[in-house]
């Protein structure tokens, strides 16, 4: 079983549609999570960082965590086109452990105009 | 303020060959890693290093090797190389070793192909 499951894809959502994206994990040390969005032959880009479980809202993005579940997500709001890339999950442990990131396998988003 | 820098942004090798490529981090950062990004898939780390020092190593064989520069620049070396090193190879940099809300901010990555 792999430390990080990420939704399989690809997905196609019209324009304006609320899109959800999942990730579950194994590993109760992951303490942080981080989603990124990767444009083709881009570097992934960081969405948003949350340690907590509970909800953390940037614009149009929601991450949620739930810790007990070991499942995170991620919502988009209003989605648009521009919101058509990889979006990837990530996880890493606390301080004094090594700070390495864990992904997800990553899902293609494409929003429809 | 200019973002991590990697080079070259392409690359076309035959097996067996060898390969470095090189990062630049965020000015300020001493801290930078190598992940491997296999098409359809996520990235997996390589290396940390911080200060000069590896501070960590995924599960890559020993053909891979990095080091960091006085100027806290990094270049990854790949020897022997396989047709299953094509990949993106990308870089991160982040101001600490491994602070809790330390963030790693991803350059734009060097494309691997392995013929």
């Known amino acids: 079983q792999k430390e990080v499951e990420q939704d399989p894809g690809p997905l196609s959502v019209p324009e304006g549609a609320i899109v959800s994206l999942n990730c579950t994990y194994s590993?109760?040390?992951?303490?942080?999570f981080m989603w990124y969005r990767q444009y083709s032959r881009k570097g992934p880009e960081l969405l948003m960082y949350t340690y907590s479980s509970g909800n953390k809202e940037d614009g149009r993005f929601t991450a949620q965590v739930d810790k007990s579940s070991k499942y995170i997500s991620l919502f988009i709001r209003d989605s648009q086109p521009s919101d058509s890339a990889t979006y990837l999950c990530?996880?890493?442990?606390?301080?004094?452990?090594?700070?390495?990131?864990?992904f997800g396998k990553g899902i293609t988003l494409s929003v429809r105009p | 303020d200019a973002g991590v820098t990697q080079s070259p942004t392409h690359l076309i090798k035959t097996r067996g060959q060898h390969v470095t490529l090189r990062c630049s981090p965020i000015s300020g950062h001493k801290s930078v890693s190598w992940y491997q990004q296999v098409l359809g898939q996520g990235p997996q780390f390589i290396f940390q290093y911080y200060e000069k020092e590896e501070r960590g190593r995924g599960n890559f064989p020993d053909r891979f090797s990095a080091r960091q520069f006085p100027n806290y620049s990094s270049e990854l070396n790949v020897n022997a190389l396989l047709l299953g090193d094509s990949a993106l190879y990308l870089c991160?940099?982040?101001?600490?070793?491994?602070?809790?809300?330390?963030?790693?901010?991803f350059g734009p990555g060097t494309r691997l192909t392995v013929l």
């Open positions: 991160a940099s982040s101001s600490h070793n491994s602070g809790d809300t330390d963030t790693q901010y």
């Open positions: 990530a996880m890493k442990r606390p301080a004094g452990a090594n700070s390495k990131l864990t």
């Open positions: 590993n109760s040390a992951f303490q942080y």
